[in-house]
């Protein structure tokens, strides 16, 4: 074989190996922006969840039937929207109106268990007054519901929820159930800590895993953080066997006539 053949047949086969090369190149370029693709569309579904979540929840309620107060609703749909934009942003007001509405949906909840609760076991008023609905304006009176355990919370730290004044004693058939009434409060308290806290957990979960590339804002587990610790705050608080608080509901059915009389 000639030079020159010698050297045609070197040139083809290195132009060979850059179209191979560049083959190559193009195909990882491919995938790799397949896979931040991906990685972008699972952080933007992620900072969604919680409005998906309500949506569902919305939906299936409407389908069954049944009737949330729009006022509870326009809370729970903000709330999301606000963890939606602390995901990606840092903000003090969104931040400060976070906190706020998770502790509205702790109270409607909250004074939604003991009506719940107390409809079971036989006081059919809770239908009546609009107790079952989670509306909160429908509750015993907007002073003891809702602004004093804001004025509580802002200047203490600590959200008293508001106390079972509207409940009829006359359906209660037995001491077990008044006490249950009372600590069902308490209850879905945990249950709605509990969730936040899972939230947290998982979102710390997806931002540790640097493979997933998905890194929400710093401010959201700041947020998340300090709703909690004022929930639970306010949860042991009122748990404190204490004239009002649901601690006292809880202890009083049992406790001698004459310390009640006192």
């Keep these: 074989m000639g030079s020159r053949n010698k050297m045609l047949l070197y040139n083809n086969a290195l132009m060979e190996h850059k179209r191979l090369a560049s083959s190559f190149l193009s195909v990882y370029k491919e995938k790799a922006y397949n896979y931040e693709k991906c990685q972008n569309c699972l952080s933007y579904f992620l900072s969604l969840v919680p409005l998906?979540?309500?949506?569902?929840?919305?939906?299936?309620?409407?389908?069954?039937?049944?009737?949330?107060?729009?006022?509870?609703?326009?809370?729970?749909?903000?709330?999301?929207?606000?963890?939606?934009?602390?995901?990606?942003?840092?903000?003090?007001?969104?931040?400060?109106?976070?906190?706020?509405?998770?502790?509205?949906?702790?109270?409607?909840?909250?004074?939604?268990?003991?009506?719940?609760?107390?409809?079971?076991?036989?006081?059919?008023?809770?239908?009546?007054?609009?107790?079952?609905?989670?509306?909160?304006?429908?509750?015993?009176?907007?002073?003891?519901?809702?602004?004093?355990?804001?004025?509580?919370?802002?200047?203490?730290?600590?959200?008293?929820?508001?106390n079972l004044y509207w409940l009829q004693l006359h359906f209660i058939r037995s001491r077990f159930q008044l006490s249950f009434i009372f600590l069902s409060g308490p209850l879905s308290d945990i249950l709605y800590i509990l969730f936040i806290v899972f939230f947290y957990n998982l979102y710390s979960y997806f931002k540790n895993h640097k493979n997933l590339n998905v890194q929400p804002h710093s401010i959201l587990f700041i947020s998340l953080a300090t709703a909690v610790s004022f929930l639970v705050d306010s949860f042991l608080l009122n748990l404190c066997p204490i004239l009002g608080f649901d601690g006292w509901g809880i202890l009083e059915p049992y406790l001698p006539y004459c310390l009640n009389n006192m």
């Design 52 to 162: 998906l979540i309500v949506g569902g929840i919305h939906l299936f309620i409407k389908m069954n039937g049944y009737y949330i107060g729009n006022l509870f609703l326009t809370i729970t749909y903000l709330f999301s929207f606000f963890f939606f934009i602390l995901y990606y942003y840092n903000s003090y007001i969104i931040f400060v109106l976070f906190v706020f509405f998770a502790f509205l949906i702790y109270l409607c909840l909250h004074e939604f268990a003991h009506a719940l609760v107390a409809y079971k076991y036989g006081d059919i008023t809770m239908i009546y007054k609009g107790y079952l609905y989670l509306d909160i304006l429908n509750y015993l009176d907007i002073f003891h519901t809702l602004i004093i355990p804001l004025i509580t919370l802002f200047i203490t730290g600590f959200g008293i929820p508001g």
